[in-house]
């Protein structure tokens, strides 16, 4: 592991780390908070997933977390969206190919052999960052933004038992029902016979809540003036998953507020002490 960048904020040390990945087959960043903390002592974690054509660095430069993470005592770990790198494969368009993993492991061509973001997430980097930081990794929260906040849900309910905690900034909830996530799942996964989706369920967090997952504690914040709100990210529909089961969720609909930094970073600190209350035990 490859040390990019230490800064001291908060008491704390932010890092930047690049290492080579086995799972993608190219050099991955990401980011790591370590709060202040005695020595031999493990903390909590928080794992952030970004959005669509989003790198480490912007939720790192404007998440505004570290404050919060300080005051808690909890690591704050954030991802890149996909491998990059002049031999992984692109696409011209914002929302597909390089920073629009989707956190899928693909399976087509020519996206098979380096998209693996769910692989990298699940598995690679969580035993990267047990080994080589000081974290509890038997207690964990993730969250996530827009794309990110697709991987966060996704992910912890395919996880039964990994996360305490689970939260989401303005989430795509199912992508098999809007164009973004249409184009990712049929570029990334391919469309079985007769247009079958079944492959896709497991990267629905929607379906995933239909078919059985269930999650301990969910929090989702949408701005009501986001402008990708009704096509693309259908808050509404996450909402009536969870009444149909009844699993416990608060989903705040937050007043004149869009789908940027500015939204999140409003409520980052709350996320991360409803985070903490849950990683404390």
Not at 12 to 34: C, D, I, K, L, N
Not at 192 to 199: C, L, P, T
Request: proline share 5%; aromatic share 10%.
């Amino acid at each position: 592991m490859e040390t990019v960048s230490r800064n001291k904020a908060f008491g704390g040390t932010q890092g930047v780390y690049r290492h080579e990945s086995a799972e993608t087959g190219t050099p991955m960043t990401f980011a790591v908070y370590v709060p202040d903390h005695a020595p031999g002592t493990k903390l909590p974690v928080l794992w952030y997933l970004s959005g669509l054509t989003c790198t480490h660095a912007n939720v790192m430069e404007k998440g505004e977390y570290r404050r919060a993470c300080a005051e808690h005592g909890v690591v704050f770990i954030a991802p890149d969206t996909s491998a990059r790198g002049d031999g992984v494969p692109d696409d011209e368009a914002y929302d597909f190919g390089q920073g629009a993993g989707f956190y899928v492991d693909a399976t087509q061509e020519p996206w098979a052999k380096t998209f693996r973001m769910r692989s990298y997430i699940e598995r690679e980097l969580p035993a990267l960052v047990a080994a080589e930081f000081p974290v509890d990794m038997s207690r964990q929260g993730i969250t996530g933004h827009s794309m990110g906040g697709h991987g966060a849900l996704t992910i912890a309910l395919r996880s039964a038992g990994r996360f305490r905690s689970v939260s989401a900034f303005a989430p795509i909830v199912s992508p098999m029902n809007c164009p973004w996530g249409e184009k990712a799942l049929g570029g990334y996964l391919g469309q079985g016979k007769d247009g079958d989706r079944s492959a896709w369920r497991q990267y629905d967090a929607c379906a995933l809540i239909e078919d059985g997952a269930r999650l301990p504690h969910l929090l989702v914040d949408q701005g009501t003036a986001d402008s990708f709100l009704e096509e693309q990210l259908q808050t509404h529909l996450l909402d009536e998953a969870c009444r149909n089961v009844d699993m416990r969720a608060q989903i705040r609909m937050q007043e004149g507020y869009d789908h940027s930094y500015f939204f999140i970073s409003t409520f980052m600190a709350d996320h991360i002490a409803w985070h903490a209350e849950r990683l404390s035990w």
